[in-house]
């Protein structure tokens, strides 16, 4: 129990253009994730936490109208990278804090973005 | 923002030998969390830690939340080649309960 799916797993996209990550929790209702963002040998680093039907909350120094976050049912937050660019290129990771009955926090297996 | 203090940032060890690694933070959390991550893939948990002083096992794999609640070790017994990969250690706080993560500790494992 308390899967989450992420997709693409892996996406390259032109210098300008917007790209979209899905977040789902298959087996259970999340009404919090958080969105991360990982460069290459470094750690995860908190970019925002997404509220269900509400805005997301975002990490100092993150810009949110670049970051464009919904939450729009209890099972699914997006993250779209708008006007991309190269130095945008990282592995985006999201997670939902596990359900009652279980710990932890469950995570994505990542997307892999590359501006080209 | 919170900052966690991982060491050893990478370890090269021999397949059957055990590794520990541990974090420290100069403030105080009441969660500490272990996990690992293969190459291009999302960290996975191992250990949840909640009450200081406590010690969980996870099969080869012990940890402990210290007493300060300020730090954590994880150790991995008799390491096998499917234990390479990055460990991170995690603590939970703010309103969101939000995690933190360490820098990591590399781990590779020679036959």
């Known amino acids: 129990g308390a899967v989450v799916s992420q997709h693409p797993s892996r996406v390259i996209c032109k210098s300008g253009t917007s790209v979209k990550i899905e977040c789902r929790s298959l087996?259970?209702?999340?009404?919090?994730m958080f969105w991360y963002r990982q460069f290459p040998k470094q750690s995860l680093m908190l970019m925002a936490t997404s509220n269900e039907g509400s805005k997301a909350t975002y990490e100092q120094g993150v810009e949110k109208d670049k970051f464009l976050i919904n939450h729009a049912s209890l099972t699914l937050s997006t993250l779209t990278v708008t006007s991309a660019h190269p130095e945008d290129s990282s592995f985006y990771i999201c997670?939902?804090?596990?359900?009652?009955?279980?710990?932890?926090?469950?995570f994505g297996s990542g997307t892999r973005l590359t501006v080209v | 923002g919170q900052q966690l203090n991982q060491s050893p940032q990478s370890m090269f060890i021999q397949e059957g030998e055990d590794v520990s690694m541990n974090c420290t933070s100069s403030?105080?959390?009441?969660?500490w969390l272990w996990y690992k991550q293969d190459p291009g893939e999302g960290p996975v948990l191992l250990i949840a830690l909640y009450k200081a002083g406590e010690l969980t096992s996870n099969g080869r794999l012990t940890a402990q939340f210290g007493i300060t609640r300020k730090d954590s070790f994880l150790n991995i017994s008799a390491s096998i080649p499917s234990d390479v990969g990055i460990y991170f250690c995690a603590v939970s706080s703010g309103s969101a309960r939000q995690l933190t993560f360490g820098s990591g500790t590399q781990l590779t494992v020679l036959p």
């Open positions: 997670s939902a804090r596990a359900p009652p009955g279980a710990y932890g926090y469950t």
């Open positions: 087996d259970f209702q999340a009404t919090t």
């Open positions: 403030s105080i959390f009441n969660t």
